[in-house]
Nanobody
Framework: QVQLVESGGGLVQAGDSLRLACAAS????????MAWFRQAPGKEREFVAD????????YYTDSVKGRFTISRDNRKNTVYLQMNSLKPEDTAVYYC??????????????????WGQGTQVTVSS
């Protein structure tokens, strides 16, 4: 069974940092683009960042540029999202996702075939 399992969410204060992890099992995603999306209450799901198959290229939505860093460790079949200088508007459920092929950026959730169950990030002011 293919699974993406997120971890690392929690309740923090504005300005704090969190590191999310997404561990894949059931198959390798070394040839997939991996991404993080988020969904805040009452809002649509939005793209946050993605990373190509070998980590050679990353792409971020404007609101997180300079604060968030996506990375991956293909040996561990895991993708990470380091979130610094968190703001209350970053509060959301964060989801990781996988899309094929892994050599292009995909900002549309429709392009992703595999999704995790999500992890809650809450940033208090």
């Amino acid at each position: 069974q293919v699974q993406l399992v997120e971890s690392g969410g929690g309740l923090v204060q504005a300005g704090d940092s969190l590191r999310l992890a997404c561990a894949a099992s059931g198959r390798t995603f070394n040839d997939h683009t991996m991404a993080w999306f988020r969904q805040a209450p009452g809002k649509e799901r939005e793209f946050v960042a993605d990373i190509t198959w070998n980590g050679g290229s990353t792409y971020y939505t404007d609101s997180v540029k300079g604060r968030f860093t996506i990375s991956r460790d293909n040996r561990k079949n895991t993708v990470y999202l380091q979130m610094n200088s968190l703001k209350p508007e970053d509060t959301a459920v964060y989801y990781c996702a996988a899309a094929f092929p892994g050599n292009i950026h995909q900002v549309s959730g429709d392009e992703y075939s595999y999704w995790g169950q999500g992890t809650q990030v809450t940033v208090s002011s």
